[in-house]
């Protein structure tokens, strides 16, 4: 499609270093620096960590943020790289053995993406590099990361709004308070986008099954070709739009990045990495619980939110053209599976379920309200 092409080539023209964030100094009126020569943010908020208070009212208004000031280490993109450009005969030892696509190495080779997922569980020993050095800086960004995101969630608690969806009491905490002290079903991923990861277009026939893009049939034969056609957005390594099932993600990313956040109007931002800055977004179970009270996201729908209701943030990659590679690491704060989320029409709904039935839905990975919504 031009139109997409030629704003991806305006957004991407080149500009120069700018000066780096002064850490501890940016406040939410700060405006965005990017790292190197991408664009600006279009405009994304960022929050100093000491204004964290502010950061429920900016994700209902903003969909995102970058956050400076924090103590986070500095962001693994280098052991991203590490294991991701690891021997393939290595990757495959990191395949989790029941095919889990949230634990150990995955690939989506017709999106010309592949990754890894972190488990904190066994000291994060499983499915990963012998490599003492990588799984100290992993377990250390996992660790620092989703207490940030935790720390996130308890504004929510103690805003003076603060209210449950799913309770008729008001006394209730809007983020049930084990997300806030239990690392729950919360994951770290590296992630590796490369023309390199398409399919060879010599294997052009029957290797591209696994695909995860919204379209169907179509879009997997065009990205056979992958490598043959460079013009064809299909040989772009992207991401597609979608949501995080969870509730909060924090990322960051090599530049130039590529990723797109969508805000609650339909306006499109490009989110470069920015120094010293995370990005903060929502995933869908934010939605649920910052619902409006005495509703339920599920059964009520759009009736359920209020101008403090947190929509998912819908977000989507595509590799910027003339970046040989990207890598990007997103850490998401999840509850445990077995966390009850909704106790409406359908019945309990447990966090797993509620995320797997989302991951069966083809061709609707973003939850979004309004669309229909799945049957339990
Ligand atoms: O690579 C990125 O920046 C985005 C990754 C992402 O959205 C995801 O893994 O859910
Ligand atoms: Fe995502």
Redesign the pocket.
């Known amino acids: 499609m031009p139109g997409i092409r030629s704003r991806i080539k305006r957004i991407f023209a080149t500009r120069k270093e700018p000066p780096r964030l002064d850490k501890g100094k940016a406040r939410a009126d700060s405006p965005p620096t990017p790292t190197s020569d991408t664009s600006d943010s279009d405009g994304l908020p960022v929050l100093h960590y000491s204004d964290l208070h502010l950061a429920p009212a900016t994700l209902a208004r903003s969909s995102a943020f970058y956050l400076v000031g924090h103590a986070l280490p500095p962001a693994p993109l280098p052991q991203a790289k590490q294991l991701l450009t690891s021997p393939a005969d290595i990757k495959k030892t990191l395949i989790h053995p029941r095919g889990s696509t949230v634990r150990g190495y995955n690939s989506a080779v017709s999106s010309g993406r592949e ?1 890894w997922d972190y488990s904190p569980e066994n000291g994060g020993k499983n499915l990963t590099l012998d490599d003492e050095g990588f799984q100290a800086a992993t377990r250390a960004y996992f660790t620092a990361s989703i207490a940030l995101l935790q720390e996130i969630c308890a504004q929510f608690n103690s805003s003076p709004s603060s209210s449950s969806s799913s309770s008729s009491s008001s006394s209730t905490p809007t983020i049930p308070s084990e997300v806030i002290t239990d690392v729950g079903f919360s994951t770290m ?1 590296y ?1 590796r ?1 490369s023309p390199a990861v398409f399919p060879e277009s010599s294997n052009t026939t029957s290797n591209t099954t696994s695909s995860t893009t919204n379209n169907t049939t179509s879009s997997t034969t065009t990205a056979n070709n992958a490598k043959s056609t460079p013009s064809d957005p299909s040989s772009i390594p992207r ?1 597609e739009a ?1 949501t ?1 099932h969870g509730i909060l ?1 924090l ?1 960051t ?1 090599t530049a130039p ?1 590529g ?1 797109y956040i969508w805000d609650r109007t339909g306006q499109i931002y490009s989110a470069p990495p920015l120094s010293n800055a995370v990005l903060i977004i929502a995933g869908d179970l934010l939605a649920h619980f910052t619902a409006l009270p005495n509703t339920n996201i599920l059964d009520d729908g759009e009736k359920a939110v209020g101008s403090s209701t947190v929509l998912p943030t819908v ?1 989507a ?1 595509v590799m910027p053209p003339d970046t040989r590679e990207r890598y ?1 690491v ?1 850490v998401f704060l999840r509850p445990r599976r077995e966390l009850v989320v909704n106790r409406g029409k359908g019945g309990e709904v447990t966090f797993g379920r509620w995320a797997e039935e989302k991951g069966r839905i083809r061709g609707r990975r973003c939850w979004m309200v309004g669309q229909q919504q799945p049957q339990f």
């Open positions: 990754w991923r992630l986008y991401m979608h995080d993600t990322m990313a990045s990723l977000h990659v990007s997103a």
